[in-house]
């Protein structure tokens, strides 16, 4: 069975930076849970953020992949620099990852762990820019699919197509 690395807020754990969820209805997930081929993870949470804690984006629209090259920073709306909270937290989800065998994670998408295509550009104005959060860069990096929680149905179809090659 293939795994799937699920962000925890997606599944109704109130781990989000305004102490709230992001939790999914979708039958899809739904049916993962049940499964049993869920790997619930928070990053933040595991980095040693607080719930609830300041809003955070990666500065300079930069993205996960300059965060973990050294190359940017994670900042609150004060300029607290939060970076080794984030990357603290994107290590243990690959290692839990890697030691459930996922090949396959579903994120909150906008998040600067977990956004997989659109992130925060560093203004705190809400504004999006193209570019993947610390985690989901990590994950790619090691051969893991990242998808958003907008993406359940291809994401489901990825899972599908890798059983029918593995089995």
Excluded at 134 to 159: C, K, M
Aim: some cysteine; charged content about 25%.
């Amino acid at each position: 069975m293939v795994r799937v690395l699920v962000s925890a807020c997606l599944l109704g754990e109130k781990v989000r930076y305004n102490g709230g969820d992001a939790a999914s209805t979708d039958a899809v997930l739904r049916q993962w849970t049940a499964e049993g081929r869920v790997v619930t993870f928070c990053p933040e949470v595991a980095g040693g953020l607080g719930v609830p804690r300041p809003p955070a984006e990666v500065m300079d629209g930069r993205g996960g992949v300059a965060v973990l090259e050294g190359r940017a920073r994670i900042a609150t709306r004060d300029g607290s620099d939060v970076t080794m909270a984030f990357l603290a937290g994107a290590e243990p989800a690959l290692e839990a990852a890697r030691a459930q065998n996922v090949r396959v994670a579903l994120l909150k998408e906008g998040s600067p762990s977990c956004g997989s295509h659109r992130i925060n550009d560093g203004s705190f104005t809400g504004r999006r820019i193209e570019g993947r959060g610390v985690t989901a860069a990590l994950l790619e990096r090691h051969g893991i699919r990242v998808f958003s929680e907008e993406e359940i149905d291809l994401a489901a179809s990825y899972v599908d197509g890798l059983e029918r090659t593995t089995s």
